[in-house]
C-alpha cells in the first residue's frame, strides 16, 4: 500500500476507488488504474495517469501531467505529454504527439507523424494523420480526415 505522500493525485481517482485501486508503472514511476492495461514496454512518467479501461502498449510514452482515459488506446512509438489528455475511445498511435493541454477525445484518430498541440482539440471520428499538425486554439471534429 502507498503511503500518503505516494498517493494517486486526487483529480485522477475513479469514482469511488481506492489508492488500492492504483499501482505504479515499473517503467516510469507513473499512476495505473487496476482496470487500465500497460505494457512493461510501455513508459508512464512519474505524474501521468493511465485510469478507466485505457490500453498503453509498444513503446508509447505517456509523459508528464498527461492522462489517457476512459478506453482510449495509445501505442506504437506516439508520446502523449505536457497536460495532453487522450479519452473516450480515442486512438493514438505511429509516431504521433499529443502535447500541451491538446485533447484527443470521442473516437478521433491521430497516427503517423501527426502533431496535436498547444490547446487543440480533435474530436467525434476525426482522423488526424501524415505529417500534419493542428495547434493553437484549433479544433478539428465530426468526421474530419
Not at 81 to 87: E, F, L, T
Not at 98 to 126: H, I, L, Q, Y
Request: charged share 10%; glycine share 12%; net charge negative.
Amino acid at each position: 500500500m502507498h503511503n500518503p505522500e505516494n498517493m494517486p493525485p486526487q483529480h485522477a481517482l475513479e469514482y469511488g476507488s481506492t489508492v488500492a485501486d492504483w499501482h505504479w508503472h515499473p517503467n516510469g514511476g507513473g499512476w495505473v488504474y487496476h482496470t487500465a492495461l500497460v505494457a512493461d514496454t510501455a513508459h508512464v512518467g512519474p505524474n501521468a495517469i493511465v485510469s478507466g479501461n485505457a490500453v498503453v502498449f509498444g513503446n508509447a510514452r505517456v509523459l508528464g501531467y498527461a492522462m489517457v482515459l476512459d478506453r482510449a488506446v495509445v501505442f506504437e512509438n506516439a508520446e502523449v505529454y505536457g497536460h495532453a489528455v487522450v479519452s473516450g475511445s480515442a486512438w493514438v498511435s505511429g509516431n504521433a504527439w499529443v502535447s500541451g493541454t491538446a485533447k484527443v477525445c470521442d473516437n478521433a484518430w491521430v497516427f503517423g507523424d501527426a502533431e496535436v498541440g498547444d490547446n487543440a482539440e480533435v474530436s467525434g471520428s476525426a482522423r488526424i494523420f501524415g505529417s500534419a499538425v493542428v495547434n493553437g486554439d484549433a479544433k478539428v471534429c465530426g468526421s474530419a480526415v
